[in-house]
Structures are given as structure tokens and as C-alpha cells.
């Protein structure tokens, strides 16, 4: 089955931005994959931020946006938040009920 | 409380077989398709299968032929029976719903399941 890569690790100060990715091993992603983003902390369930590239889930603040950027989903953070330290995961419909996540970001805000 | 419960975790044997549970509360149950995903505790997430609301189950590459979802629609249950488990079976097995837009949107805390001799 396809691979979905994301950012093993990525490091942004308080305030700054960031940009994570998510993309396809073969091919590109685009709107019909319906990117999805997930927050997870340690020991807590995942957390719905994006859904459909760029809908942001009930009560995610709008620092969380979602996009296509080029052949890849994107998730970017700005004005990021020491809270926001997290793994963040995506996950790309592939049709015919097939889900594929990515391995995940680690994010570190320092 | 709209909330999803896992059960039917544990530790067993290679080749050996058991059955999740996952019993849903506080919504229509039938109208949602449900999911499987399994997470080796401090790894990433990995989506395992997916029912319909008629039952129609998809699956994982790494899981098909072993693995089988069902739902019961009047007991607001969704199953996986798993068969011929693997080392690699084991994580804690997430019961998990989707949304319009193909997004997972509730999640159960997850049953944790051990494969191992």
C-alpha cells in the first residue's frame, strides 16, 4: 500500500510558524484524499485540527491551518503556542474505504 | 455522552485469535461508518479497517485475510475479530468514527492488545 510521509521531528520558537507536511509516496495529494491533521499528546487520545484540507474542527483555534502546498498536504501553525507541542499526524483517504496515516511530526517548541 | 468503549484486550499467543469490542453511546451508531486504528505506545497511528453502516468491512493490506470487522447496528457495537496474531498485531487498538469529509472525528481510549510467546 502507498507510504504517506510526514516530518519525522521539526522545531519552531514560541511566536514563530511552521509548516508541516504530509505526502504521498507515489504521486501527489490533492483535495480528493481529504487530508486530515491530528494533535496527540502522550498518553492522550488524538485530537481533530483539519479535516477536508482546510476545515478547522470545532474549537481548534485559527493559529491551525490546513492547504495543498504543491504535491503535499499542509498544516501550519502560527504564532505557535508551547501547548502546541505535540505529535502531529495526517491522514489521506486513498477511495475504495482505504485509509493510510502518515508516521507522524514530532513537533518541539523551544 | 457521545463516547466509544473498547474492550477485549490482553495478551496472547502467536497464531492465537481474539475479539474487540467497542460499544458507542450517544449517537445514531448505524449512520456512521467505524474504524479500527492501532497504535504501538509511543509510535504512530496505523489505520487497520473500516464498515459501512451495511456492514461492507475494508482492511489494511498488513491485516487482510486475518482480520475481520463486523458491526451489530441494534446493539450499537463494532467488532474485529482477529485471527493468526502476529508479533506486529500488537498496540492498543483504537475504536474510532468518521464524519462526513473522511475524517476521524471521536475516538475510544483503546483496548491494548499484546502478541507475544
Known amino acids: 500500500q502507498t507510504v504517506v510521509t510526514q516530518e519525522p521531528s521539526f522545531s519552531v520558537s514560541p511566536g514563530g510558524t511552521v509548516t508541516l507536511t504530509c505526502g504521498l509516496s507515489?504521486?501527489?495529494?490533492?483535495?480528493?484524499?481529504?487530508p486530515s491533521w491530528y494533535q496527540q499528546t502522550p498518553g492522550r487520545t488524538p485530537r481533530t485540527l483539519i479535516y477536508?484540507?482546510?476545515t478547522r474542527s470545532s474549537g481548534v483555534p485559527d493559529r491551525f491551518s490546513g492547504s495543498i502546498l504543491g504535491n503535499k498536504g499542509a498544516l501550519t501553525i502560527t504564532g505557535a503556542q508551547p501547548d502546541d507541542e505535540s505529535d502531529y499526524y495526517c491522514?489521506?483517504?486513498?477511495?475504495?474505504?482505504?485509509?493510510?496515516f502518515g508516521g507522524g511530526t514530532k513537533l518541539t517548541v523551544l | 455522552e457521545v463516547q466509544l468503549v473498547e474492550s477485549g484486550g490482553g495478551s496472547f499467543q502467536p497464531g492465537g485469535s481474539l475479539r474487540l469490542s467497542c460499544a458507542a453511546s450517544?449517537?445514531?451508531?448505524?449512520?456512521?461508518?467505524m474504524h479500527w486504528v492501532r497504535q504501538i505506545p509511543g509510535k504512530g497511528l496505523v489505520w487497520v479497517s473500516r464498515?459501512?453502516?451495511?456492514?461492507?468491512?475494508t482492511y489494511a493490506d498488513s491485516v487482510k485475510g486475518r482480520f475481520t470487522i463486523s458491526r451489530d447496528n441494534a446493539k450499537n457495537t463494532l467488532y474485529l475479530q482477529m485471527n493468526s496474531l502476529r508479533a506486529e498485531d500488537t498496540g492498543l487498538y483504537y475504536c474510532?468514527?468518521?464524519?462526513?469529509?473522511?475524517?476521524?472525528?471521536?475516538w475510544g481510549r483503546g483496548t491494548l492488545v499484546t502478541v507475544s510467546s
Open positions: 477536508s484540507t482546510n
Open positions: 464498515v459501512d453502516g451495511g456492514g461492507r468491512g
Open positions: 474510532v468514527r468518521t464524519n462526513v469529509g473522511a475524517y476521524f472525528d471521536l
Open positions: 507515489s504521486g501527489s495529494v490533492s483535495i480528493n484524499h481529504y
Open positions: 450517544g449517537f445514531i451508531f448505524s449512520d456512521y461508518w
Open positions: 491522514a489521506l483517504y486513498m477511495g475504495s474505504g482505504i485509509w493510510v
